[in-house]
């Protein structure tokens, strides 16, 4: 099935095939593409680009379709890699987290940073941060064969094994 062309958001670079690698929805989910492009919010004169996740019901294209520009895109992509880190040790505390330190690091983007912490205002911390870890781990790989792929191409364009100097990992 090839994702819509005539919609706002128009694909430039496409994987139409992305329901038969969907992580445990492979064959199964209705995200049948994903797709870079120019986004649908574009106004005239100012053209940004976009990824896009395209999804079937069966019958017609979804408004679930979710658009996010490149950046959130890897800001998302960072903040997987961090929480993926984070949970290696989280067995060290008894609730998975400090609850007198939740922040769990800050990462120098853009002359800020992005804070990477538990969410303590989550009434059901406890219970959920032990259901995201059994699902991290449950997931775990599908997401290590992605992040591979990913830090290969990473290297590939020469963002290889150096330090950035803005991040600030703890």
Not at 79 to 107: N, S, W
Request: charged fraction near 30%; proline fraction near 4%.
């Amino acid at each position: 099935m090839n994702i819509p062309t005539t919609l706002k958001h128009k694909p430039v670079i496409v994987s139409e095939n992305y329901e038969n690698i969907d992580g445990r929805s492979a064959y199964h989910s209705d995200a049948k593409g994903l797709s870079l492009g120019l986004a649908q919010w574009n106004d005239r004169g100012k053209v940004d680009i976009s990824a896009k996740v395209w999804r079937y019901t069966g019958e017609k294209w979804s408004r679930q379709s979710e658009e996010l520009p490149m950046h959130r895109v890897i800001d998302l992509a960072i903040l997987l890699c961090r929480a993926k880190l984070y949970f290696q040790d989280a067995y060290r505390y008894e609730k998975l987290y400090d609850p007198d330190k939740p922040v769990i690091d800050r990462i120098g983007l853009q002359g800020d940073a992005m804070t990477v912490s538990v969410c303590t205002e989550n009434p059901k911390l406890d219970e959920d941060i032990k259901l995201f870890q059994d699902a991290l781990s449950r997931d775990d790989e599908f997401i290590s064969e992605r992040l591979h792929a990913l830090a290969n191409l990473l290297a590939e364009m020469g963002y290889g094994m150096r330090r950035n100097p803005g991040y600030s990992h703890k």
